[in-house]
T-cell receptor
Framework: GESVGLHLPTLSVQEGDNSIINCAYSNSASDYFIWYKQESGKGPQFIIDIRSNMDKRQGQRVTVLLNKTVKHLSLQIAATQPGDSAVYFCAEEDAGTYKYIFGTGTRLKVLA | KAGVTQTPRYLIKTRGQQVTLSCSPISGHRSVSWYQQTPGQGLQFLFEYFSETQRNKGNFPGRFSGRQFSNSRSEMNVSTLELGDSALYLC?????????????FGQGTRLTVV
């Protein structure tokens, strides 16, 4: 696809299983985080966000967990479907600089 | 509500030329950010504009520039193109980064420099 390099970590899951994608962020002062999904040939698509005053937030089939102690985010996708195949990025908002800092991404492959 | 619109979707240019890319943000969003995406470097921040003012610039050479108009539409320009400028250029629209607001991306402009 257009978005990622060949060295991206890849997670392969069976259709119907749950997926967990992990991300480490860099700035302990960051207080807002977003998960994006990027399909081949498309721009990143907003999935879910979380603020630092929360540990967990749920959306439709997705849950984001935030562990501020170890600066770690995870995205859980329930009952993974073929349409979930994409590259997933976490992003932290750098409040002092008006930008988002992106992780390197994880490629999710859903096996039929 | 319309999403973020980037034009053109694809461009092929030769080394030494210049290029202008356009981004129309979501209605009501005053912030437009630009990112370069390459396989080797991932998503790298170029610059951010808010109400026609550049508030931050990433670590890119001066050949990369941008501007924002009063209707919040933004353009970025790359002069004296190099092969290494080949990338997907993404525009992100938000209400105001830094206040816990979502950023929404366009489909990107795929620039190929030959």
């Amino acid at each position: 696809g257009e978005s990622v390099g060949l060295h991206l970590p890849t997670l392969s899951v069976q259709e119907g299983d749950n997926s967990i994608i992990n991300c480490a962020y860099s700035n302990s002062a960051s207080d807002y985080f977003i998960w994006y999904k990027q399909e081949s040939g498309k721009g990143p698509q907003f999935i879910i966000d979380i603020r630092s005053n929360m540990d967990k937030r749920q959306g439709q089939r997705v849950t984001v967990l935030l562990n501020k102690t170890v600066k770690h985010l995870s995205l859980q996708i329930a009952a993974t479907q073929p349409g979930d195949s994409a590259v997933y990025f976490c992003a932290e908002e750098d409040a002092g600089t008006y930008k988002y800092i992106f992780g390197t991404g994880t490629r999710l492959k859903v096996l039929a | 509500k319309a999403g973020v619109t980037q034009t053109p979707r694809y461009l092929i240019k030769t080394r030494g030329q210049q290029v202008t890319l356009s981004c129309s943000p979501i209605s009501g969003h005053r912030s437009v950010s630009w990112y370069q995406q390459t396989p080797g470097q991932g998503l790298q921040f170029l610059f951010e504009y808010f109400s026609e003012t550049q508030r931050n610039k990433g670590n890119f050479p001066g050949r990369f520039s941008g501007r924002q108009f009063s209707n919040s539409r933004s353009e970025m320009n790359v002069s004296t193109l190099e092969l290494g400028d080949s990338a997907l250029y993404l525009c992100a629209s938000s209400f105001n980064p830094g206040v816990n607001t979502e950023a929404f991306f366009g489909q990107g402009t795929r620039l190929t420099v030959v």
